[in-house]
């Protein structure tokens, strides 16, 4: 994603002001591992993500745990010094990149760190993401006994055709095995599904949501894909040589997917993520803990280059190449680029636009008085639940969903 | 030896005999500025020190632009012959819309420069003023200029002005306003050639005003040409139009800073200060004279300023619309053409109708509205001023396509203007083709040279507003140059176009146009709006109508999507931007009905290049 150029600079010491650790202890932490490694960069891609093994400088992928451990130290000592109270990670997520890039044991190397460096809770949901191609039972069995509890897979279609166009690399006929193994080794398992992709029919797009069904996986996220500029696919389109996006298709995918999905028994509970009861778990329980950790504006720690963090209204982000970040990291110094302090009026701003996502929806208490009159517009409209309404909460009907940021803008205040 | 004079005459003492005074008439890019620098500076009157380039075109819009919107006058010394003689160069605008203003300057002369690039040859709207020149009695000396131009074709266009004003092509001077050749012996030819002004000093005084511009420091500052008597500091003078009365508080010359005087007798031409704030008090073509045992006749030639195209100009920030009336009462200070009155738009909300001499008047005071004023505006598509007679009698005049009458018409006549367009032979086709699309009349054609036609057209004033020139340009390559004024008005079969969003007229739109051509507005504007008007939640349909008649439809359909489908902790902050700038930029939207129509959108289907339409 492009890197935010304004906010304030970030003070070397990393210090945060003690507003951001006031009432920490009502708010849970949770720690977001980047892995900025792949095998190649797909065309839609616009993540923070490297495809060399060595970047000069001794940062490699070879060494990048260690770095990653460095900052989880960092992390503590900051929040230690700023007065924070100590409080075990509720969620763990590795994201990149490809984190199975890394050897298993790397993985686990960094968790240990964090559960050493922080404590976990006994509760705690600690997943990685992994491509289909490049994990084992073994290594899947590795990341199990190591800790993490959860990984999220992802098989973006099961077309060959929509595959290539995203340059994805992987064997859709993959995808079945490694869920097996996964949940053979003991992990809930999550597959991320990618609809819109130019050329794909509405049919492809079935047969991708019916196959990841079949693997009777707990959770599952759907995603429109948003051409990034900057990207090759972008430059592709401009040029021609592969059609828009359209957003009409797009919408219709989304119908399509919590149709079929509804139907096999899966729930949505934000506007990308559905989660189904398995494992002697409720539909609830297999949410993922992490990403409504977001939504609901917890604490969290982003280890690595590019990586966002936020404590208590404080919002700050690494540096994003390897090098650089990884040379802070090994000075001791902050590895952010740039931060920002929140004041009152953003944090509604921000709650308001996240937690409308969730299906648990936002009190409409918390709306100021001159945007609370929308609500009731919002529901002749068809775009939130008129029952929820009634109960005091904004909850996105099916069309609202759709239109979600139509909805938000609605609902913030407008801020001077 | 330097020409300049040794001792100049001194104002208000100056011998009639010993004055000249001339306009330069020349087309907007054929050096007339560069020209007048150069005769001040061989004068002696700046000094090359002081010289700023185009030291005459003092507002910045005119200096950009090249041309000359008010015109001054400069008194300059000239010796000659040992006798010292004093020339008024009157600076005269150089544009189509104010051909009143050229014909006072022109009546305060008694010559004039026919000043032509002498890379380009002669140009329509110099063709025009050089008429109005001579119907004025005025001496002409042919000038080319710009002769140290690689392209300078001197022997062609000299042979042509020859032909045009019937004199010997060999009189026609060469000069060069860059390197300054041939200025003397023009200054000298100025002497020899123009008659000095003949005046009655005995007799009641009267001056013509042939300029009137308001200063922020002095008031308004009127230029004037004494015609009989003299005028006096400390006097009292009448303004003859409307008898007002005031005291003249200072009278002087421009030299080229304004220099008081102990006042300007018989042909002497300056400026009156009088301590009056509005130009309208001032009129160009008034007639000055003593408040005390005055003149009892006019001199001949007033008019009232008659603005024939209309505008609505619309503040996009609705919180501006005070500033907007201030500017434009301030810009009325200096501009006694321009009129206006408050309108009330559905769909732009508080603005105002504003009637101006033409495109350009239009195009500059909007300019100067926006640069000197910090405005942001919306104009709507220029329209002219329709007699409207209705089957019961009733007659209207419509400047505003939204004021068009509802009831049976009987009669509807437009304004019409007869048009020269001067351009190379080669291009005659595409004008005539042009001038056909556009309801014209062929006058008449002649040739000027071999290679250089003039043709004559009736055409509605209409046609000519809104992309006729670009047009014209366009089909020749730039070559043509083009002419117009008004003459009269004819019946013509017109309607009005309606733009309708989901059914709810949009009154920014309506425009009235021929009934064959309402069907093409109609599909270019609803295809332009579909284009421009971002989806809402629901469908749009958009119309065009004449009356409860539809003649063009377009559909924008309803969004289905407009979420982030990805927000996870990176994302954040940047969606929290998209999203305040979204939010902000629905400040900015114009509701039509349910409608969120984008100021961009108004903007754009408004402005009369056709560049959207290209893009498609």
Known sequence: ?416 | MSPQAVVPPVPASTDPSLLRSFCIIAHIDHGKSTLADRMLQATGVVTPREMKAQYLDRMDIERERGITIKSQAVRMPWGMGGTDYALNMIDTPGHVDFTYEVSRSLAACEGALLLVDAAQGIEAQTLANLYLAMENDLTIIPVLNKIDLPAAQPEKYAEELGNLIGEDPDRVLRVSGKTGEGVEALLDRIVEEIPAPVGNAGEASRAMIFDSVFDTYRGVVTYVRVVDGDLKPRERIKMMSTGAEHELLEIGVISPEPKPTKGLGVGEVGYLITGVKDVRQSRVGDTVTAAHKGATEELGGYEDPKPMVFSGLFPIDGSDYPALRDALEKLQLNDAALVWEPETSAALGFGFRCGFLGLLHLEITRERLEREFDLALISTAPSVSYDVTLEDGTETVVTNPSEFPEGKIKEIREPMVSATVLAPSEFVGAIMELCQSKRGQLGGMDYLSEDRVELRYRLPLAEIVLDFFDQLKSRTKGYASLDWKAEGQEAADLVKVDLLLQGERVDAFSAITHKDKAYSYGVMMAGKLKDLIPRQQFEVPIQAAIGSRIIARENIRAMRKDVLSKCYGGDISRKRKLLEKQKEGKKRMKMVGRVEVPQEAFVAALSSDSSGEKKK
């Not at chain 1, 060399?52 to 010094?81: K, M, N, P, T």
Request: glycine share 8%; net charge negative; aromatic share 8%.
């Open chain 1, 1 to 416: 994603m492009p890197a935010l150029r304004d906010g304030e600079p970030a003070p070397a010491d990393g210090l945060l002001p003690p507003s951001a650790v006031a009432g920490a202890a009502e708010r849970q932490f949770s720690l977001y591992v980047h892995v900025p490694f792949c095998s190649v960069r797909c065309g839609y891609c616009d993540f923070n993500t490297y495809t060399a093994l060595e970047l000069g400088q001794d940062v490699s992928q070879e060494a990048y745990h260690r770095d990653a451990e460095q900052e989880i130290r960092f992390a503590d000592s900051v929040l230690r010094a700023t007065g924070a109270p100590r409080r075990a990670l509720s969620t763990v997520f590795f994201g990149g990149g490809t984190p199975t890039r890394l050897a298993a044991a790397d993985l686990v190397s960094v968790l240990t760190t964090a559960r050493e460096t922080f404590g976990i809770t006994t509760t705690a949901e600690v997943t990685t993401e992994a491509n289909p191609d490049s994990v084992t039972l073994e290594d899947l069995q590795t990341l199990s006994d190591g800790g993490f509890t959860r990984v999220s897979f992802g098989m973006q279609s099961a077309v060959p055709h929509v595959l290539e166009t995203l340059d994805r690399t992987h064997d859709p006929r993959n995808v079945g095995p490694v869920v097996q193994w996964a949940k053979q080794a003991g992990l809930s398992v999550s597959v991320d599904l990618i609809y819109g992709t130019p050329g794909e029919s509405v049919a492809d797009w079935e047969q991708s949501l019916q196959e990841a069904i079949s693997y009777e996986p707990e959770h599952i996220s759907a995603y429109s894909l948003i051409v990034e500029d900057g990207t090759k696919m972008a430059a592709a389109m401009r040029r021609g040589e592969i059609p828009m996006i359209d957003p009409d298709d797009q919408a219709e995918k989304y119908e399509r997917a919590d149709a079929l999905l509804g139907q096999a028994g899966y729930q949505w509970y934000e506007i990308s993520n559905w989660s189904r009861a398995a494992q002697g778990r409720t539909a609830a329980q297999n949410r993922s803990a992490h990403n409504l950790a977001y939504w609901h504006n917890q604490d969290w720690w982003g280890i690595g280059p590019g990586a966002h963090s936020h404590v208590g209204g404080v919002r700050w982000w690494n540096r994003k190449h390897p090098v650089p970040y990884t040379n802070a990291v090994r000075d001791g110094i902050s590895p952010a680029a740039g931060r920002e302090s929140l004041d009152a009026g953003t944090q509604l701003f921000e709650r308001i636009m996240l937690e409308t996502r969730t299906v648990d929806g936002l009190p409409i208490s918390v709306l100021q008085e001159s945007e609370r009159h929308e609500v009731a517009g919002l529901v002749a409209e068809g775009l939130i639940e008129g029952r929820a309404a009634i109960a005091g909460q904004v909850v996105l009907t099916l069309k609202g969903r759709l239109l979600g940021d139509a909805v938000v803008r609605r609902l913030v205040p407008q801020l001077s």
